[in-house]
């Protein structure tokens, strides 16, 4: 499937509703970044919606990876026996 | 020549009661409730939800999807509780003990925090346990065995407390009646990191570390095995019943990743919208919430809201 990606800032209720996570199929990722099907009505009508701006895979995988660094870094700050209970974030590659 | 269904259309049904098969688009008028049904079929879904104040992870939840209730967690550790209305988080009353991976049990105005691991500088496992009346928390009946990463099910009045890790990880349950626990049924296999949901005679334990599929179903005295996870995965979170139960998120590929349980075997249904690990869970199968936990990100404070798929959208027609 064909992905396209915006940035979006989740406000909590009424963001994503029940009709659009259902025919829409989101993604969501660090930064805000969301991903969302390509050539569908539905989602460019939600990101509409939620004043979203599109990116393109560049742009929004590397908003992606310097949250990512960012979460790896407070990971590295941890005290050891924090570091204990937990796995450090991870890289993630856009589809 | 025209036709009486080319200028008329075609005559609604009446019905006494809902027909049994439907095709997408029927309409009918059911006369016994008086309303103008369709039927559109939909698909389980998670919608967001009112943020959390705090993000914070390996905290613990209770309630439903309206009257919800999110308290401890992070690191470090905190008291702090949330009350949630179906919209918003308001705060809570703050646990007299902070902790995170506590387990959670009971409805937003009789609640249990249980267990769970103390902040700094011990850090150390611990029995605790506190009754919430829906504005305070107050002592409450200490575990036998000290633990963290634990699950919990039932209500304030008759809770249970299984797995988690002590050290060791354990197989070990706790049933509480309102003061005190005493032992249950051991697991068939001890685990920690692990969901649960549930009453204390028909209590489900499913997932866990190290990563498991498996799922035991508890009578009040032993537990058998139930059918496996699609997905074998821990620091997830789960709710509903033994018979109606929901499991989502945890440390996995798909964080999204949703399941739901029949009483004999799970089948994944609709997927989270942006999940998270050592999250919180509450409500029931048809009516569930996520909150907080661990997403690829960081520490969130979202809020996801979990419906099944309504059978029939209906239309009420009055008169004029």
């Not at chain 1, 969301?34 to 895979?57: D, E, H, M, Q, Y």
């Not at chain 2, 009754?131 to 009946?141: A, D, F």
């Not at chain 2, 890790?165 to 009646?177: G, K, R």
């Not at chain 2, 179903?217 to 139960?245: D, H, K, M, V």
Request: with cysteine; glycine share 16%; hydrophobic share 35%.
């Amino acid at each position: 499937m064909a992905y396209k990606y915006c940035v979006a800032e989740n406000w909590g209720k009424g963001f994503i509703d029940h009709s659009e996570s259902a025919t829409i199929g989101f993604a969501g990722f660090p930064g805000n970044v969301w991903r969302i099907p390509a050539n569908n009505k539905a989602a460019n009508l939600w990101v509409f919606k939620v004043a979203g701006s599109f990116k393109t895979k560049e742009e929004a995988q590397a908003i992606v990876d310097a949250e990512v660094a960012t979460a790896q870094a407070n990971w590295d700050a941890l005290p050891e026996e924090q570091k204990a209970d937990s796995t450090r974030p991870t890289n993630i590659v856009l589809e | 020549m025209t036709t009486y269904y080319e200028t008329k259309g075609q005559k609604i049904q009446v019905l006494a009661t809902d027909p049994s098969e439907t095709i997408e688009g029927q309409v009918w008028y059911n006369s016994t409730s008086n309303t103008l049904k369709v039927y559109k079929s939909f698909t389980d879904a998670w919608a967001t939800g009112g943020n959390l104040a705090t993000a914070r992870s390996y905290l613990a939840g209770a309630g439903t999807q309206t009257a919800g209730l999110a308290f401890g967690g992070n690191p470090p550790a905190t008291g702090a509780t949330e009350e949630y209305d179906g919209t918003s988080w308001s705060p809570g009353g703050t646990m007299g003990t902070a902790r995170l991976i506590l387990a959670g049990a009971g409805i937003q105005t009789a609640a249990l925090a249980i267990g769970g691991q103390l902040g700094p500088p011990t850090d150390a496992p611990t029995n605790v346990t506190e009754e919430y009346n829906g504005s305070t928390w107050s002592p409450g009946g200490n575990l036998g065995t000290a633990r963290k990463s634990l699950a919990g099910a039932g209500t304030q009045t008759a809770a249970l407390a299984f797995g988690g890790f002590s050290p060791p990880i354990t197989a070990a349950t706790e049933e509480y009646d309102g003061s005190a626990w005493t032992t249950g049924g051991n697991l068939g296999t001890a685990r920690f990191y692990l969901a649960g949901c549930g009453t204390q005679t028909a209590g489900l334990a499913f997932g866990g570390t190290p990563t498991s599929t498996g799922t035991e179903e508890y009578n009040g005295t032993s537990w058998t095995a139930g059918g496996n996870l699609g997905t074998g995965r821990y620091q997830l979170a789960g709710c509903g019943t033994q018979t109606a139960g929901l499991a989502f998120g945890g440390s996995t590929a798909d964080r999204n990743l949703t399941e739901k349980y029949d009483g004999t075997s799970w089948t994944t249904t609709g997927s989270m919208n942006n999940g998270a690990k050592v999250l919180a869970g509450a409500g029931t199968q048809t009516e569930g919430l996520a909150a907080g936990g661990n997403s690829p990100g960081g520490i969130t404070t979202a809020t996801e809201e979990f419906n099944a798929a309504p059978f029939i959208a209906a239309a009420t027609v009055t008169q004029s």
